[in-house]
């Protein structure tokens, strides 16, 4: 069975700096991918980041990185240089090549300071 | 940009009675997905839907559940005799291929409240 961990209900940081928001998850797959979902408080899901179990490096997109260690089964995603706007909810999920399914962790929310 | 779309974005109704949840994915796309969101809670999937027929489905997709691809672009969802717990959101999603590569996209999600 697959499992997301999120550790961090809440979390704040002052904007513009970084902030990294934790994510764990457990699989027996061996091919698998890791994204992250924004949820703003009007409740859509807003696609972030990709990385893949078999990707050598972490992927980037704009403010958003991921940081993949496979061995440690983590896959943390930092937002550097937070805006206002990136109060949210955030979402890691994992998708594996035996299941259709995403499987959801329990959340973070940021709330960014300004 | 192509998007998933979803009607009603609010639904309010009586315990007991049936609710149809509507949703048009991406044109292009072959799989389709029916996730719920209690409040404060976390997404969790419910059914998936490739090539007209149910490919996997949760323990939450009771015999109170149904999916229908009544045309060419709807895909809806059917909760026949709604509850107090069914009150979430739900979201659709869609994608092109089945591989772990490949994200979902998310509707905006519809909100039930059963009262």
């Known amino acids: 069975a697959q499992k997301i961990t999120q550790t961090q209900p809440g979390m704040f940081v002052q904007e513009k700096e970084a902030v990294t928001l934790d994510c764990t998850y457990d699989?027996?797959?061996?091919?698998?991918?890791l994204f992250w979902y924004k949820q703003p408080s009007s409740g859509e899901m807003i696609f972030l980041i990709y990385q893949g179990s078999y990707d050598e490096q972490n992927a980037t997109e704009g403010r958003y990185s991921l940081n993949f260690q496979k061995a440690r089964k983590s896959a943390n995603l930092v937002i550097s240089a937070s805006q206002l706007g990136d109060s949210a909810m955030y979402f890691c999920?994992?998708?594996?090549?035996?299941?259709?399914?995403?499987?959801f962790g329990t959340g973070t929310s940021l709330t960014v300071i300004p | 940009e192509p998007e998933v779309t979803q009607t009603p974005s609010h639904q309010v109704t009586q315990m007991g009675q049936e609710v149809i949840l509507r949703c048009v994915p991406i044109?292009?796309?072959?799989?389709f997905y029916w996730y719920r969101q209690i409040l404060g809670q976390k997404v969790e999937f419910l059914v998936s839907?490739?090539?007209?027929?149910?490919?996997?489905k949760s323990e939450i997709f009771d015999d109170q559940f149904s999916v229908e691809r009544p045309d060419g672009s709807n895909f809806t969802l059917k909760i026949r005799s709604t509850k107090l717990e069914d009150s979430a959101m739900y979201f659709c999603?869609?994608?092109?291929?089945?591989?772990?590569?490949?994200?979902?996209?998310f509707g905006p999600g519809t909100r039930l409240l059963v009262l």
């Open positions: 699989t027996s797959d061996q091919s698998y991918g």
């Open positions: 999603a869609s994608s092109p291929r089945e591989v772990h590569q490949e994200t979902q996209y």
């Open positions: 839907f490739y090539n007209n027929e149910i490919s996997e």
């Open positions: 044109s292009n796309h072959l799989y």
């Open positions: 999920a994992m998708r594996s090549n035996t299941g259709n399914q995403f499987y």
